[in-house]
């Protein structure tokens, strides 16, 4: 009798699920001091940090390319691989681009003020938004539910996994790396033709798809680097000490590609130390369904800032006597909320059922198959 072996137990990165959410917050509160009698203080302050959305790209990368490398030998199982990413992650964009659809059809009727009606709410942009197109390059600015523009780049980025796969299968490290570095390069050529208003690879974002592939080349690039390294790294505290490094340099007249290059060292610290050390940071496991819910803080929070800092605040601003800077707590702690409830309930639940589908499709025609395969035989 044989005992089948048991599938190896996926790493954890801790590291990466609290650097992402605490990314996510940083987003959300980049957004909000827009709206504080001293935006001119922090919206800079904070814009500082805009490569932590490097960040986010450079993780997907990693995960993406270490969990599904092994999973795209053909075109069914890629058409599998793209149908599953879009079962996780389109029904939260659709549901929260639906919410400024209609509040765009309110402020065309003139039942709501929105000063930047013209571009939020542009419609000749909504079918790229639907096809997630927008951070391609097909629109001149961010409209609807402006930070999606972040899944549209992933979305060039899962349509390019093949490739990412060939070209790691043929060149390894280098190969990876240089992929990284033509995307980098298309970003520049872009901004030198004066096709995006942007005037770094860090404030893309109409055509920050170019962006995120080339930090999601990296992050596959990070995985090899995990693999081939061979000396252990047991301390957690390295890596947390590098993020700290690397947030310090976003404040440092240094080139953006030093600040890439920090991001990726980081990440490479954190995953060695998850390889040689899985139970770590184990104190940090009751946290993680919370900081799951970064994807959800980041397209939610939009909403719950029309809503307490648009809403509200036209409401009872004639009434009170406080900044409207008291707000923002109220409602990062209420996109919060939001974030894990519509996990719970919205974004996991249609994506189980999504999946489930297709899984009940596949094996409904295996037994078909097999069916069709005895009664031929007879």
């Keep these: 009798m044989t ?34 009698d001293d935006w001119r203080i922090w919206v800079p302050w904070l814009e500082n940090m805009m490569p932590l959305l490097d960040l986010f790209f450079m993780v997907s990368g990693f995960l993406i390319y270490e969990r599904y490398r092994h999973q795209l030998g053909n075109l069914k199982s890629f058409g599998t691989f793209l149908y599953k990413r879009l079962a996780r992650l389109y029904p939260l964009h659709l549901i929260t681009t639906t919410f400024f659809v209609l509040l765009g059809l309110g402020w065309e009727a003139g039942l709501i003020r929105a000063e930047n009606g013209p571009y939020l709410f542009d419609w000749s942009a909504l079918p790229a938004n639907l096809l997630l197109l927008q951070a391609w390059g097909t629109t001149e600015w961010l409209s609807f539910n402006f930070p999606s523009w972040s899944l549209s780049a992933e979305w060039l980025c899962y349509l390019l996994m093949p490739l990412v796969v060939f070209i790691a299968a043929r060149n390894g490290i280098p190969g990876l790396i240089f992929g990284a570095v033509i995307a980098y390069l298309l970003a520049l050529f872009v901004i030198a033709q004066g096709w995006s ?91 993680l369904p919370l900081f799951a819910v970064s994807f959800g803080i980041y397209l939610w929070h939009p909403i719950l800032e029309a809503f307490f800092l648009k809403g509200v605040w036209r409401i009872i601003e004639p009434i009170v006597d406080f900044r409207i800077d008291w707000l923002f707590i109220p409602a990062a702690l209420g996109t919060i909320i939001v974030a894990l409830v519509s996990h719970a309930l919205l974004e996991k639940p249609t994506g189980d059922w999504l999946i489930d589908r297709l899984r009940g499709r596949k094996t409904r025609h295996a037994l078909a198959a097999r069916t069709a395969l005895m009664e031929g035989g007879r």
């Design 197 to 287: 208003a942007a005037q770094s690879i860090a404030e893309m974002k109409s055509w920050g798809a170019l962006r995120g592939l080339g930090s999601f080349f990296i992050g596959a690039a990070l995985v090899r680097f995990v693999e081939i390294s061979t000396f252990r790294m047991r301390s957690h505290l390295v890596g947390q000490f590098a993020m700290g490094i690397t947030v310090w340099l976003m404040f440092q007249p240094v080139a953006y590609g030093y600040i890439l290059a920090a991001l990726g060292g980081t990440l490479w610290l954190a995953a060695l130390a998850e390889r040689d050390n899985p139970d770590g940071m184990a104190w940090l496991r009751p946290g």
């Design 3 to 36: 005992i089948a072996a048991s599938a190896p137990k996926p790493t954890i990165y801790h590291a990466f699920a609290v650097w992402r959410f605490v990314a996510a917050l940083i987003v959300m509160m980049y957004h909000f001091v827009h709206l504080s």
